[in-house]
T-cell receptor, first 112, second 110 residues
Framework: DGGITQSPKYLFRKEGQNVTLSCEQNLNHDAMYWYRQDPGQGLRLIYYSQIVNDFQKGDIAEGYSVSREKKESFPLTVTSAQKNPTAFYLC???????????FGPGTRLLVL | SQQGEEDPQALSIQEGENATMNCSYKTSINNLQWYRQNSGRGLVHLILIRSNEREKHSGRLRVTLDTSKKSSSLLITASRAADTASYFCATDAWDYKLSFGAGTTVTVRA
């Protein structure tokens, strides 16, 4: 089955802790994206990567970091500098020829 | 930045009725896309309309685009309970980044 997987489904963060959200795709897509969604709001772009070993900041990158060492994987780290991390995090990828984005099921991050 | 803004924020309709939601945006676009999100899940792509197109159909979905007014509408005909979801418009300004609106929450009553 082709698609995007995100893990874990729920993640709990203690104050001052860094946590990493996983995103893996087997769609052979070049571009990958991380979004944050707060209740009742749309998606805001955190980081995106058009190609391996390259990534760009989105609209709300502060307090987050990413890496893109493999085409299939685009992990997001929520650092202790992100003071309000509670949100629903969505990963997506796109085949640039099709232009549409395919989304994972999301990870809900909660603060203890 | 969130370029798209949907209207209304919420919509409640009876099964079998049509649902219409609108999206306005601010800058020139390459294409506009509509996505659906069921509660607590990821988004699913519904339909894409390019800037040189005015109307597009896909099953029970009809999308229009008016670039002079920078607006789009999504019509869902003969709604079903399974259409209950949030619907988002997203604009692509030639850079393969999508800007999403805040969404319209649609509830279809049996």
């Amino acid at each position: 089955d082709g698609g995007i997987t995100q893990s874990p489904k729920y993640l709990f963060r203690k104050e001052g802790q860094n946590v990493t959200l996983s995103c893996e795709q087997n769609l052979n897509h070049d571009a990958m994206y991380w979004y944050r969604q707060d209740p009742g709001q749309g998606l805001r772009l955190i980081y995106y990567s058009q190609i391996v070993n390259d990534f760009q900041k989105g609209d709300i990158a502060e307090g987050y970091s990413v890496s893109r060492e493999k085409k299939e994987s685009f992990p997001l780290t929520v650092t202790s500098a992100q003071k309000n991390p509670t949100a629903f995090y969505l990963c997506a990828s796109t085949d640039t020829e099709q232009e549409t984005q395919y989304f994972g099921p999301g990870t809900r991050l909660l603060v203890l | 930045s969130q370029q798209g803004e949907e209207d209304p924020q919420a919509l409640s309709i009876q099964e079998g009725e049509n649902a219409t939601m609108n999206c306005s945006y601010k800058t020139s676009i390459n294409n506009l896309q509509w996505y659906r999100q069921n509660s607590g899940r990821g988004l699913v792509h519904l339909i894409l309309i390019r800037s040189n197109e005015r109307e597009k159909h896909s099953g029970r979905l009809r999308v229009t685009l008016d670039t002079s007014k920078k607006s789009s509408s999504l019509l869902i005909t003969a709604s079903r309970a399974a259409d209950t979801a949030s619907y988002f418009c997203a604009t692509d300004a030639w850079d393969y980044k999508l800007s999403f609106g805040a969404g319209t929450t649609v509830t279809v009553r049996a």
